[in-house]
Structures are given as structure tokens and as C-alpha cells.
């Protein structure tokens, strides 16, 4: 399993990105997707999750800004970030797990997700 992320850079507060991820190895249909993040001293932390029957869940935090969605033909999964905020930088992870969703119930990462590398996130005047 691959999972590659792109789509990161640095905006102004209020500014919007859209992060991707493609994936590879797997039947991308069929698995369990979902964004989480990081910033620097902090735990990692669910941003958003997509289950196979297209259930989305999000973190409280997020008031509607961020979207996540995928593209079953081009395995790729999204996350449409709106109305940025200097909180919002952080290092943004793409995960997948194949027998379950990527994130526990209370919401924090399965320890046997697959990881990308990250991409970088950077909100900031």
C-alpha cells in the first residue's frame, strides 16, 4: 500500500488548498480513507474520515470549513480546505485501513493505518 500527498504549500489566513492523495496497492474502492494532522509538540489528530459506504465524519474543531471526498476512478482521495486559520498549519497525513474506519470511535488514529508522508501545511500573514 502507497499513499502519496500533495497539494500542501503556504496561504493566508482565510485562503483556501485542496490536499490529495493517491493511493496505490489496493482496491481503492473498498477501503477505508480518511486526513489527520500534526503540528509540531502535538499528538496527531483526526481531521476528517470517508468509509467505504461514504460516511464522512470530522473533527468538531473544523465548523464546516474542510471537505473530504475521493475519486474512486482516479484513486485519489481529497480534503477541500476553506477558510484557513493560523491553527490550521500543521503537517497532514493521509491514511487508509482496509478491515474498519482509520479513526476509533472517540476519533484518534487506528494504530494499523497505512500513512503517506505528509504534506506540509502553512497558515500564516
Known amino acids: 500500500v502507497q499513499l502519496v500527498e500533495s497539494g500542501g504549500g503556504s496561504v493566508q489566513p482565510g485562503g483556501s488548498l485542496r490536499l490529495s492523495c493517491v493511493a496505490s496497492g489496493y482496491t481503492f474502492s473498498r477501503v477505508y480513507m480518511g486526513w489527520f494532522r500534526q503540528a509540531p509538540g502535538k499528538e496527531r489528530e483526526a481531521v476528517a474520515t470517508?468509509?467505504?459506504?461514504?460516511?464522512?465524519r470530522y473533527a468538531d474543531f473544523l465548523a464546516g470549513r474542510f471537505t473530504v471526498s475521493k475519486d474512486n476512478a482516479k484513486k485519489t482521495l481529497y480534503l477541500q480546505m476553506n477558510s484557513l486559520k493560523p491553527e490550521d498549519s500543521a503537517m497532514y497525513y493521509c491514511?487508509?485501513?482496509?478491515?474498519?474506519?482509520?479513526?476509533?470511535?472517540?476519533?484518534?488514529?487506528?494504530?494499523?493505518?497505512?500513512w503517506g508522508q505528509g504534506t506540509q501545511v502553512t497558515v500564516s500573514s
Open positions: 491514511a487508509a485501513r482496509s478491515f474498519g474506519p482509520v479513526a476509533s470511535p472517540d476519533f484518534h488514529p487506528q494504530p494499523t493505518n497505512y
Open positions: 470517508l468509509d467505504t459506504d461514504g460516511e464522512t
